[in-house]
């Protein structure tokens, strides 16, 4: 007997346990597939719950391999998933297997709005993530790449809903370090039509080699970029969370001037400039300059749909 955890409160567990993996017990892939027949005893879900923390009058989501298996407990969601297959669940517990994080984000991201998606996606494939108080933690390992994403999609693209969210996976990026490179990630890169800037080709925090002797002059042997395109040699940096500090714009100098003699050309985005949307356009300019691209806006809508996208990604800031 076994229960099948997916949908958000897989997603949940993930994002927790990335935090505070010592809050819970060993993970281990894990063969073991919903199966015919299968309904998870009253003591067994109780266990889930207790497991993965969830809350009280909060619904346990779990997956049947048909209609018919699934029972009729108000303090379950239980979604039919079919055949799967790739190692889809992870053990996380004796009879208790969580989907992993890409069939886990994949399954409750169908019902999520695009936006909230993204965010959780790059978040995923990113170095930082939430803990339960939603503060920010930073430096951690990814949980997963966009790469192992796609390949889950191919998998279980016959699940419900899936086709609605192709689009989201195809704009998933690795490496974000921060909630604010997400933001402005998904600003630069959506279509005109969502709001965006149309520009892509990109890696978040790219590592640029530097030429042997490097460390003697600038203290690095490698840097890396927030925003890195490589074979036009273009940098757009978030400038020193240090700014007011002499060392920190000290360090911001050292940098710019290293990546210049590299033929690197580097354009700074401010927390002002990243406030205010007229400002934001000028840096874009400079961006697509640099980029040698011209702007590729054909809405007559385009700069209401931005406005309203940058509403959305930097809530309370001005426009």
């Not at 390949?151 to 899936?162: A, D, E, P, V």
């Not at 969370?241 to 920190?248: D, I, R, V, W």
Request: aromatic content about 10%; overall charge positive; charged content about 25%.
């Amino acid at each position: 007997m076994a229960v099948f955890v997916g949908h958000e409160t897989a997603l949940e567990f993930w994002r927790a346990y990335r935090v505070d993996p010592d809050g819970f017990d060993s993970v281990t892939p894990s063969r073991v597939v919903p199966s015919e027949g299968d309904r998870p005893s009253s003591k067994l879900i109780a266990y889930a719950r207790s497991a993965l923390h969830v809350p009280d009058g909060k619904p346990l989501h779990t997956c049947a391999f048909r209609r018919e298996d699934r029972g009729n407990r108000a303090d379950l969601r239980e979604h039919v998933c079919g055949k799967l297959v790739r190692t889809p669940f992870c053990k996380v517990g004796r009879g208790l297997h969580v989907a992993n994080p890409e069939l886990a984000f994949l399954q409750a991201a169908v019902s999520m709005q695009p936006l909230q998606a993204l965010r959780i996606g790059f978040e995923l494939c990113g170095t930082y993530g939430f803990n339960d108080q939603e503060e920010c933690v930073f430096s951690l390992a990814p949980l997963t790449s966009v790469g192992e994403i796609a390949k889950r999609y191919s998998s279980c693209s016959h699940l419900y809903g899936m086709k609605s969210i192709e689009g989201i996976v195809g704009k998933l990026l690795d490496g974000s370090a921060s909630p604010y490179e997400t933001d402005l990630a998904i600003l630069l890169s959506l279509p005109s039509f969502y709001g965006g800037y149309n520009i892509h080709g990109f890696e978040l925090n790219g590592e640029i080699d530097l030429p042997p002797g490097s460390f003697a002059r600038w203290g690095k042997r490698t840097y890396r970029c927030d925003y890195l395109w490589r074979n036009e040699k273009v940098a757009l940096e978030f400038e020193s969370k240090s700014f007011h500090s002499p060392l920190g714009r000290t360090r911001d100098v050292i940098r710019e001037n290293a990546l210049n003699e590299l033929g690197y050309t580097v354009i700074s985005v401010t927390s002002d400039q990243l406030r205010y949307l007229a400002s934001l356009d000028n840096v874009v300019a400079s961006l697509r300059s640099a980029l040698k691209t011209r702007g590729q806006i054909t809405r007559k809508d385009a700069y209401e749909r931005r406005l309203l996208l940058h509403s959305e990604l930097f809530p309370g800031l001005k426009r």
